[in-house]
Structures are given as C-alpha cells and as structure tokens.
C-alpha cells in the first residue's frame, strides 16, 4: 500500500518541498525520509485519510530541522510554521500542485543540463520511474542514465535554478525538452518496460495532464497541441489495450467499441488546432496524424495504412531513428505486403541501439508468420521474449511462438 501511494505521490511531494528548499536533490531526500516515516508508523496506526498531506507534512518538518541545522531557518520556519499549526495536515490547493509540478519540469529541463540529462531527470523525479526503466526508454546502459541523474541534480544545485516557470525565449527554448518529457513519461505509462503490468495509467494520466498544461501555456505552439492531440488519441485505446486477466491486446484485436471517444475528439480537435497553426509539421504533429488515421478508422481493415506509411517516411525524414524505421517497416508491410517489409526490418539488425530490443525480433516475427515461414518466426518470438523485462509481454510473446507450431 505505502509503495502505491509512492508512486501517486511522490512527484507532487518532491514539487513541493523543492518550492520551499530551493534544491531539487535536497528535497527528493526529504521526501524519501518522509516515505521512511511512512513504512515505519502506517503498518500500525494505518493510512492516513490524506496520504499525500501526511507525507507533505512529515517533509516540511525535516525541512524544519534542516533549516535549523542550518542556522538559516529565521524566516523559513515563520512560514512553515503556519502550514503545520494544526494537528491534522490540510491538503495543498490543487492549483497549488500543478504550478509546483510544472516547476518541477523545468528545472529538470533547464539548459546547464545536457538534454539527456534533463529528461533523465525529469523522468525520475517527476514519473517517479527507476533508472533501469529510464535506461530501457532511451536505449542506453542503466550506469549511464544513474550518474546522468546524480551530476544533474548536482549542477542545479551548484547553479542556484530558480524554482519559477521560465518566460519569454527561454520558454520557448526549453519547450522541446519538456515535450520529450512528457512524451516517454506517456509512453512508460502506455506499456511498462518491466513488472508485471502491461500499463501504468497513472503515468498516463500525469503526462496527459502536463501536456494540457503546456498547451494552455504556449497556445500558439503546434508541437505543444501535437503531442497533446497524440497522447489523447493514444490514451482513448487504454481499457481496450488489456483483456480480463491483464493480458495486452494489440492494436488490430482491440474491441473499437471500447475506445473513449471523448478523448478520440478531444486529440483530433488539438491536431485541428496544431494543423491550423501552420508551418513544417514536427514529430509529434506526425505522430499525431497516424494515431489519427487508427483513431478515424471504424474497423481495423478501414486503416488507411498507406497514409501512415507516408507519414512515418515523413517522420523518419524529420527523425532519423531507428526505432521510427522499425515503425515505418510495420505501416510498409501493412500497406505493401510483408515482403516489402521484410528487407527494411533486416537492414535494422546491425543496428546497436537495437540489438535488445524486443520489439525488432517481434517485428520480424510476425512478417515471417504472414509469408509463411512459421519455424522462423517462433525463433524471433522466442528471443523478443527473453528480452522483454514485462511479464504480460513475455507471455504474450511465448503465446505467439506456441501458435505458429499449431495446424490450421
């Protein structure tokens, strides 16, 4: 229970008490004492009505002490004071929070960062995710993305960053950072790299409500409404993605009938708006314009796969990356037939940022099921299974392999 609560907690708490101790690593140890507190007094007097305000407080008290440590705790602790002067904590204002938390990520994304370094951080302190689970969004060794987020939360210390929401051309400098953000925090959300679930929709839903933050703040943005159109079209598939025992559903098999259709117009009016904007489309208006061609789309077979298949070119053009090539080879073989597909999935082989990526040999599996080489497919499928870190997905993955042995 308290690790649930962690998990919904912990970026509102460390936005929080960075606002009060100015130092974003100070405060992320300040919430884990809270978290301590939290294992040692809940087993037996039980959770607290308000969770959050509970930890929130326990913070603020190490805060307290810190401060006096410090002997620079005169004008601090007249404040704090008067938050913690009754005996049940009251929860901060919601408005309060959200400023707090879109704080929170530009810091993390401030420019005497690397960019690498400020969505590492970002994503460990705002989505709450492990540095393995970083490590495998970006394709990179988890020792790499461990000292990203140590020398990051030293050089913002070092640097004094201000705890604001920055203005004018160093918003809009910042913005694509935080975008990026936003976006794997989404995608973590989406499809968990490890455990044993196939999505985290709190994840979900923090990264949704961030980018619709964003487009509120920098309304003439096209990026900004092109991701946020992205991350509502893909959360309207969420309750169809996952079957009654927890099992993914992939795209083709998914009941459409359980899309929210709220969110599918809610996405099609922000790419209306980015669209309207004008201007070259970036990759997260493209990105939104294919989830768009599925979203538009009332049976899998209507899928104009042509389209998308442009529209991926485009973005790879945009984008280069392997993993959009992956993606391109996929729309390709869905418009074109497999055997068109199959040379653009191969030339991705000796690709390094590849070579454990699960999704490569998955791919190449389910060409070679539809050109009717089943021995080699369950090989792919079989090695894109051990290479996943989530349980559903291995499963799933194992499922497969099974099913290109059997008759008919």
């Known amino acids: 229970m308290v690790d649930a609560v962690w998990r919904i907690e912990s970026a509102r708490l460390i936005a929080g008490l960075t606002r009060i101790v100015r130092d974003l690593g100070l405060a992320e140890e300040l919430a884990q004492d809270a978290l301590v507190a939290a294992l040692e007094q809940w087993p037996e007097s039980g959770v607290p009505d308000n969770p959050g305000a509970w930890l929130m407080a326990v913070g603020k008290r190490r805060a307290i002490d810190l401060i006096r440590r410090q002997d620079r705790y005169d004008r601090k602790l007249v404040e704090l004071a008067r938050d913690l002067s009754t005996e049940e904590p009251e929860p901060e204002p919601a408005a309060a929070i959200e400023d707090d938390l879109l704080r929170l ?74 975008l990026e953000v936003i976006y794997l925090i989404f995608n973590e959300g989406y499809a968990a790299t490890a455990g044993d679930d196939w999505m985290r929709p709190t994840l979900c839903e923090e990264a949704l409500r961030l980018g619709r933050i964003v487009a509120e703040l920098m309304p003439k943005e096209p990026e900004v409404h092109g991701l946020v159109a992205l991350l509502e079209i893909q959360a309207s598939r969420s309750a169809a993605r996952v079957g009654p025992s927890g099992e993914p559903v992939l795209l083709y098999e998914q009941d459409r009938g359980r899309w929210n259709q709220l969110l599918i117009r809610r996405g099609l009016a922000a790419l209306d708006r980015a669209e309207a904007l004008g201007g070259a489309p970036g990759p997260y208006l493209l990105q939104a314009a294919i989830a768009a061609c599925h ?71 389910d060409l070679l099921v539809k050109l009717g080489r089943g021995a080699e497919a369950r090989t792919e499928f079989e090695r894109a299974a051990t290479l996943t870190r989530n349980a559903r997905e291995r499963t799933l993955l194992l499922d497969r392999a099974a099913g290109t042995t059997r008759p008919g």
């Open 105 to 178: 990520v530009f810091i993390a994304c401030h420019p005497v960062l690397s960019a690498p370094s400020r969505c590492a951080l970002t994503l460990r302190v705002l989505g709450g995710l492990s540095t393995d689970e970083i490590a495998r969004a970006y394709l990179v060794p988890e020792p790499t993305v461990a000292q990203r987020i140590v020398r990051a939360k030293r050089t913002l210390a070092q640097a004094q960053v201000p705890f604001e929401v920055p203005e004018g051309a160093e918003l809009a400098a910042r913005l694509g950072s935080v």
């Open 295 to 365: 979203a538009r789309a009332r049976t899998p077979e209507e899928t104009d796969w042509v389209r998308i298949a442009a529209l991926y070119q485009a973005l790879a053009l945009r984008t280069p990356s392997p993993v959009v090539e992956l993606n391109r080879a996929v729309a390709v073989g869905m418009a074109y037939g497999p055997a068109q597909a199959l040379p653009i999935v191969d030339a991705l082989s000796a690709e390094p940022a590849l070579a454990n990526y699960h999704l490569l040999p998955a791919v190449r599996g």
